[in-house]
């Protein structure tokens, strides 16, 4: 079984600043995918990036970066230059190669962009 | 191109009435979710669809909640009677089973049983 565990239940930040959202994760399986989604007040969650198990970079996506540390089981989402907009939930997610197609998510931080 | 859509978007009743939501994925995805989001935390897994099969079902409380995805497009989650435990969010979500597998959510149905 996967298991996602996010310890920051709550992030404030200086617009501008960057941030590091905090995920450690548990599973059993070689081959496994990380994510990452923003859920705005609006309810929709939103992707926003991937990392493979056996990606050898760290995956980037504009201001969004996965600091991956297999070792560790860590996967977390840095966020460069935050802008107010940026103020949501985030979740970490993992698959595993069985039930290959389900979701395992984190609790959640919220992160608050202060002006 | 069309994302997830869901409706209603919000639902209040009264404990021990049914209700149902209903989820439109988005074109051409085979593989259909249904998560349960309580306030303040991750989404859960009720169930999952390839096509029109139900394919993980594990996590579906069927006692009270049933799911179907006829001609394996869009799918209604209803539950029957309601309780007052069941207030949350519920996400519909599909996915391609791209490169990533990500999902594509919906923005939600929140229900709230008084």
């Known amino acids: 079984a996967q298991k996602i565990t996010q310890t920051q239940p709550g992030m404030f930040v200086q617009e501008k600043e960057a941030v590091t959202l905090d995920c450690t994760y548990d599973?059993?399986?070689?081959?496994?995918?990380l994510f990452w989604y923003k859920q705005p007040s609006s309810g929709e969650m939103i992707f926003l990036i991937y990392q493979g198990s056996y990606d050898e970079q760290n995956a980037t996506e504009g201001r969004y970066s996965l600091n991956f540390q297999k070792a560790r089981k860590s996967a977390n989402l840095v966020i460069s230059a935050s802008q107010l907009g940026d103020s949501a939930m985030y979740f970490c997610?993992?698959?595993?190669?069985?039930?290959?197609?389900?979701?395992?998510f984190g609790q959640g931080t919220r992160l608050t962009i202060n002006p | 191109e069309a994302g997830v859509v869901q409706s209603p978007r919000y639902k209040i009743i009264e404990k021990k009435q049914p209700v149902a939501f209903w989820c439109n994925p988005i074109?051409?995805?085979?593989?259909l979710y249904w998560y349960l989001q309580n306030l303040g935390q991750g989404p859960e897994l009720l169930i999952r669809?390839?096509?029109?099969?139900?394919?993980?079902d594990s996590q579906l409380p069927k006692d009270r909640f049933s799911a179907e995805r006829l001609k394996g497009v869009d799918s209604t989650l209803k539950i029957q009677p309601a309780e007052l435990g069941d207030s949350a969010v519920y996400l519909c979500?599909?996915?391609?089973?791209?490169?990533?597998?990500?999902?594509?959510f919906g923005e939600g149905s929140r229900l709230t049983v008084l």
């Open positions: 599973t059993s399986d070689q081959s496994y995918g």
């Open positions: 074109s051409g995805h085979n593989t």
């Open positions: 979500a599909s996915s391609s089973g791209g490169p990533h597998g990500e999902l594509f």
């Open positions: 997610a993992m698959r595993g190669t069985r039930g290959a197609q389900k979701l395992v």
């Open positions: 669809y390839e096509n029109e099969e139900a394919v993980d």
